[in-house]
């Protein structure tokens, strides 16, 4: 069972409607590499999984993405403003102005509509652990990547919050990754000789040697001295 608090993870504000920012924002809404993607992805994933304490923790990330998705869509429909205004846009999506009348919709910034193609489950623990590490960074890179093209000070501090929560979600998979070292496509590393082989195909130059492979793991990150 789901259920929806009315106030919001973080407070969501913006200095000023910039609809062409906001057409770049649906990245992080119905993108590849977007909130809702990540949501479903977990939840998705949490459905076969046996062990309790993992399972609970894909759910609880994968609802709080779907809290991230709300403060998106609230900054997104903050940022189009009150005025249909298509001649405003010098690029990206222009549907919101011309089909969605305003309201954030499924899409990336390109105008695409979001897809289940986005969502990566395979039924093996370590491999989707390892897939939502790699979503979770890939999602801070496009929150990067947007904060440094707007100086609206409202969306830049909701932005900095979505990216501080993206790190601690990485932190936490690579925690539950640290868990299952000898599950799933974990117990097939390293089995025979061609596993440790490393074949230098760009000459001149040799600078890997041969892999010895172990399954992935991660040092806890240290912990900030308490102030």
Same mark, same amino acid.
């Given at each position: 069972?789901?259920?929806?608090?009315?106030?919001? /993870?973080?407070?969501?504000?913006?200095?000023?409607?910039?609809? !062409?920012?906001?057409?770049?924002? !649906?990245?992080?809404?119905?993108?590849?590499?977007?909130?809702?993607?990540?949501?479903?992805?977990?939840?998705?994933?949490?459905?076969?999984?046996?062990?309790?304490?993992?399972?609970? %923790?894909?759910?609880?990330?994968?609802?709080?993405?779907?809290?991230?998705?709300?403060?998106?869509?609230?900054?997104?429909?903050?940022?189009?403003?009150?005025?249909?205004?298509?001649?405003?846009?010098?690029?990206?999506?222009? !549907?919101?102005?011309?089909?969605? $009348?305003?309201?954030?919709?499924?899409?990336?910034?390109? $105008?695409?509509?979001?897809?289940?193609?986005?969502?990566?489950?395979?039924?093996?623990?370590?491999?989707?652990? %390892?897939?939502?590490?790699?979503?979770?960074?890939?999602?801070?890179?496009?929150?990067?990547?947007?904060?440094?093209?707007?100086?609206?000070?409202?969306?830049?501090?909701?932005?900095?919050?979505?990216?501080?929560?993206?790190?601690?979600?990485?932190?936490?998979?690579?925690?539950? /990754?640290?868990?299952?070292?000898?599950?799933?496509?974990?117990?097939?590393?390293?089995?025979?000789?061609?596993?440790?082989?490393?074949?230098?195909?760009?000459?001149? $130059?040799?600078?890997?040697?041969?892999?010895?492979?172990?399954?992935?793991?991660?040092?806890?990150?240290?912990?900030?001295?308490?102030?």
């Amino acid at each position: 069972m789901f259920k929806h608090e009315k106030p919001m /993870l973080h407070p969501v504000k913006v200095d000023a409607p910039n609809p !062409q920012y906001a057409a770049m924002l !649906q990245e992080q809404l119905g993108g590849s590499n977007g909130e809702l993607k990540a949501g479903l992805q977990y939840i998705a994933q949490s459905f076969r999984i046996k062990d309790q304490e993992i399972k609970d %923790l894909f759910l609880d990330i994968g609802a709080e993405e779907l809290s991230h998705m709300e403060m998106v869509a609230t900054m997104i429909n903050m940022l189009n403003g009150h005025d249909l205004e298509a001649d405003a846009m010098s690029g990206g999506s222009i !549907q919101a102005h011309v089909l969605g $009348g305003l309201a954030p919709l499924y899409t990336d910034a390109s $105008g695409f509509p979001w897809t289940g193609v986005y969502v990566n489950c395979t039924g093996d623990l370590p491999a989707d652990i %390892l897939s939502n590490i790699a979503a979770e960074q890939r999602a801070k890179v496009v929150y990067e990547y947007l904060y440094r093209q707007i100086n609206d000070k409202g969306v830049r501090e909701t932005i900095d919050f979505l990216l501080n929560r993206e790190e601690a979600h990485n932190a936490l998979f690579r925690e539950a /990754l640290n868990k299952v070292q000898n599950d799933g496509s974990n117990k097939d590393f390293g089995v025979t000789e061609d596993s440790r082989l490393y074949f230098d195909l760009s000459t001149p $130059g040799k600078f890997f040697e041969h892999p010895f492979p172990t399954p992935p793991s991660f040092a806890n990150p240290n912990q900030a001295p308490m102030q």
